[in-house]
């Protein structure tokens, strides 16, 4: 599995924009940038997925360099309940989630 | 349409019990997929099935670990002979297509005394 690294934690403040970054230095052409989120005690949520153009959905947007070596989730306006841990993820075809430590997101009221 | 349905949502037993998770994954999802989450760790994949077929069993354990996902019915993690060290949390996904789209259920807390 391609691996990817996000820093240990970060730290935001309510209704401001939040920048999670995602490296992944040896993605192989073929292998999609997933994230997945996980607030306290529930299972993991599906966030937003892409190749190679930037994607949008309700929750969040995700920024992909050129060179497909890094990726940004965007949380345009964090609440309270977007506080979780968030993962980075490759996956390649009919694969299994591995998921890694992940980045543990708080947010300031 | 209901989610992937996991239960129970909490299970105790005793060392050396045996314990069933159950779930049930979303109406036309054909793939499952178990994870456990030690606390304060991260989730660690245990097994792939698709109906009636071990994809993956990667991720179990080689003693007392044991998954089906029979045609008909909710896919069942069984745990034999249970031991404090299977305290964890279990979680199950499904996937119609085995290649994104993964719903996760909230889990079965399983503590074992």
């Known amino acids: 599995d391609a691996k990817t690294t996000q820093p240990n934690s970060m730290e935001s403040n309510e209704e401001e924009p939040v920048h999670l970054p995602c490296n992944h230095s040896?993605?192989?052409?073929?292998?999609?940038i997933h994230w997945y989120r996980q607030l306290p005690s529930q299972g993991p949520e599906y966030v937003i997925h892409g190749l190679t153009s930037n994607v949008n959905n309700r929750m969040a947007s995700l920024a992909i360099a050129e060179d497909r070596k890094s990726s940004t989730l965007i949380l345009h306006r964090a609440t309270l309940r977007d506080a979780a841990v968030y993962y980075c993820i490759l996956i390649q075809g009919a694969q299994k989630l591995v998921f890694g430590q992940g980045t543990r997101l708080t947010i300031n009221p | 349409n209901a989610g992937v349905m996991q239960n129970p949502r909490h299970l105790v037993r005793r060392r050396g019990q045996e314990a069933r998770l159950r779930c049930s994954p979303m109406k036309g999802h054909s793939h499952v997929y178990w994870y456990r989450q030690l606390p304060e760790e991260g989730l660690k994949f245990m097994v792939y099935?698709?109906?009636?077929?071990?994809?993956?069993e990667s991720g179990m354990p080689k003693e007392r670990f044991s998954a089906e996902f029979p045609k008909e019915g909710p896919s069942i993690l069984r745990i034999q002979q249970v031991v404090r060290g299977d305290s964890a949390a279990y979680f199950c996904a499904s996937s119609r297509t085995g290649s994104y789209g993964y719903t996760f259920g909230s889990g079965t807390r399983l503590t074992v005394v």
């Open positions: 040896t993605i192989s052409g073929t292998d999609y």
């Open positions: 099935l698709q109906k009636e077929n071990i994809i993956d």
